[in-house]
């Protein structure tokens, strides 16, 4: 098969775990080294190289690694998690997938990928939702055969947060 | 004077009864009232110095719905200008931080000084003649501006006391963050912002006095060994309000039995330094007891400083400092602008560490705090009701408490926190305030 069928398939599976409240699950398509970022944006004026303007650097609204993303969902877990208990619903739209070209690192066989995420959210019995749009940047790794997720870095289209929280993965 | 309304006669009355109407959270005439009378005349948090270091930087913030520019200008100065042109009303500055010698409308090209000076307007002759004056038509400054301990605070009332006389006897305990270290507070980036359908009020109920909530609101990290199990754990402590000013804090130290390091679990050379720059020998020895502090600010400041870690499974402690303002945006619905603050002078691992804590526990995905923003949406929600609005909640704890007669410190303090005390005294400021 190819990288990018086998990247398309990854992308899926993973959307179809987060929607699905399938977290363990999840965890287990991570590297032990995983890095997840979700930087805040602010409204900046136009870079002039563009590219993503107002990414700021020293504050985030998630900063993630192995043991505090283990946390998160072991909170999930407890039974007590009243911000996602009951669950919200959540529909992870994954489009524009650009593959790139694998490389061999002293970590092994990685791939950068790019795809672009619409997370629709509702909760309660209100008819009401929230989007949220983002482009995320990610750094699949190969583990034992199949594609694990390394590093990734969600860049939000939302400077305020349409949201009361960000209880959930994006 | 304000007309006593019936909803205003409730709730004076309900102040002293303890017992208020839930619609205090989700109501167009107490917002419209609000916005006038509370956030038309406080001392309301812009900024801190921190943000806007250089000439020219500038954060955009926020009193009430008036958009102001914070910046400081070459001449070193801190300013908070109107972001609105004089000629016709546009945004000169659209960015929410940057830095700027000048500000440019992009309507008609006026063209302002950082310090606010009009200095440019295209054909000014040819347009307006000789009779124009552009000294007349500078940027309108916010009316007060003052700065405590780096803190920026701005006042839409001219008439308004000094900061120093609004901060009161708070200023003993934010001195317990603002002097820990004589180098001062340095924000860890630009603050968090998101959009509640909540009132501020609610928010700041349970920084100004609610440890009664962490048992269940945070029971999953209870059960994840983060919170101690032990149902009484957030009763010890100082509940300390200062009366006639609406703020009010808590002091909480470490629970009988529990081992928790000294002075928030800060690093032993951030002790030692506090040691010198605290203003009192009782600040330091509260500070070195103190394992959680929280302050709120009349109106819309909160801060939280516990003793925490970057995650479950850390060994050590790892504190965290945040600062946050209960923006209003309108009747059940808020804005949180979200800070995270360090000692300049911490060590360098402490500052990413700390960093850690506060996100993966506080601000918009924190463990600790979607718990407390689903709740109070909720809440909110019901304050809304036709049947609901007209409840009277429950402000009855601790009403036979009597204080501390040992408190170090000043304000009214009571040696336990499982009490309404500091929300009685907030919200007996916040009627006063309605009224006059």
């Known amino acids: ?170 | 004077m304000a007309v006593k309304t019936p909803m205003l006669e409730e709730l004076v009355k309900g102040v002293e009864e303890g017992l208020l109407p839930a619609r205090i959270f989700n109501d167009p005439e107490l917002f419209a009232l609000e916005q006038e009378k509370i956030f038309g005349r406080s001392w309301v948090y812009l900024a801190h110095e921190s943000e806007i270091p250089k000439p020219g930087d500038y954060v955009l913030r926020y009193v009430g719905n008036n958009p102001y520019i914070v910046v400081r200008g070459e001449d070193g100065e801190v300013r908070a200008l109107l972001d609105m042109c004089r000629h016709r009303g546009m945004r000169v500055c659209r960015a929410e931080m940057g830095n700027a010698s000048h500000f440019r409308c992009p309507f008609h090209g006026w063209t302002y000084r950082n310090d606010g000076a009009l200095v440019g307007v295209p054909a000014e002759r040819e347009a307006f003649g000789p009779s124009f004056n552009k000294a007349e038509w500078g940027l309108y400054p916010i009316p007060r501006l003052e700065v405590f301990d780096g803190m920026i605070f701005g006042n839409l009332d001219p008439q308004a006391p000094s900061l120093e006389e609004w901060l009161g006897d708070i200023r003993w305990y934010l001195e317990l963050i603002t002097k820990r270290s004589s180098a001062g507070l340095e924000v860890l980036g630009p603050p968090q912002r998101w959009v509640v359908n909540t009132d501020w009020k609610l928010a700041l109920e349970t920084f100004i006095s609610d440890s009664y909530h962490t048992l269940m609101t945070h029971r999953s990290l209870i059960e994840l060994g983060i919170a101690p199990r032990d149902a009484k754990y957030a009763m010890y402590g100082e509940q300390v309000h200062i009366p006639g000013k609406g703020h009010g804090s808590m002091v909480i130290g470490a629970p009988p039995g529990a081992k928790l390091p000294p002075f928030w679990g800060y690093p032993e050379e951030m002790l030692e330094r506090a040691k010198a720059s605290y203003p009192s020998r009782e600040q330091f020895e509260v500070a070195r007891e103190t394992r959680i502090l929280l302050i709120t600010v009349f109106p819309n400041l909160s801060i939280h400083n516990p003793i925490r870690k970057p995650d479950h499974k850390y060994q050590g402690a790892v504190p965290m400092l945040t600062f946050r303002v209960w923006h209003p945006l309108g009747p059940g619905k808020i804005e949180i602008f979200s800070w995270a603050l360090v000692e300049k002078d911490a060590p360098e691992w402490f500052k990413e560490k700390t960093r850690l804590s506060y996100l993966r526990f506080f601000g918009s995905s924190g463990t600790f705090e979607q718990d407390d923003t689903e709740i109070w949406s909720l809440v909110t929600q019901n304050a809304g009701s036709s049947q609901g609005r007209g409840l009277r909640l429950c402000y009855r704890m601790g009403m036979d408490l009597t204080p501390d007669p040992n408190w170090p410190g000043p304000g009214v303090a009571y040696g336990i926190n499982f009490t309404d005390a500091n929300l009685r005294n907030f919200y007996r400021r916040y009627v006063e305030m309605l009224l006059s």
């Not at chain 1, 407890?78 to 994954?94: C, K, N, Y």
């Not at chain 1, 209100?126 to 034992?144: G, I, M, Y």
């Not at chain 1, 939000?156 to 947060?161: C, E, F, G």
């Open chain 1, 1 to 170: 098969m190819d990288v990018t069928r086998e990247v398309l398939d990854f992308l899926h599976r993973e959307a179809a775990l987060l929607d699905e409240g399938r977290y363990r699950e999840w965890l287990s398509l991570l590297t032990e080294d995983v890095v997840y970022r979700v930087p805040v944006r602010l409204t900046r004026e136009r870079p002039p190289q563009g590219g993503y303007g107002g990414v700021a650097e020293g504050m985030l609204h998630m900063d993630e690694d192995r043991a505090s993303l283990e946390m998160r969902v072991a909170r999930l877990e407890t039974g007590f998690a009243w911000a996602e208990d009951p669950p919200s619903r959540l529909r992870h739209f994954v489009t524009n997938v650009r593959v790139g070209e694998p490389v061999r690192t002293d970590r092994g066989e990685e791939v950068e990928v790019r795809s672009y995420l619409l997370l629709f959210r509702s909760r309660w019995d209100k008819p009401d939702f929230t989007f949220l749009s983002a482009e995320r940047q990610d750094l699949l790794r190969r583990e034992n055969g199949g594609w694990k997720l390394a590093r990734r870095l969600v860049i939000l289209d939302h400077s305020t947060l349409p949201t009361h929280n960000l209880s959930f993965f994006l």
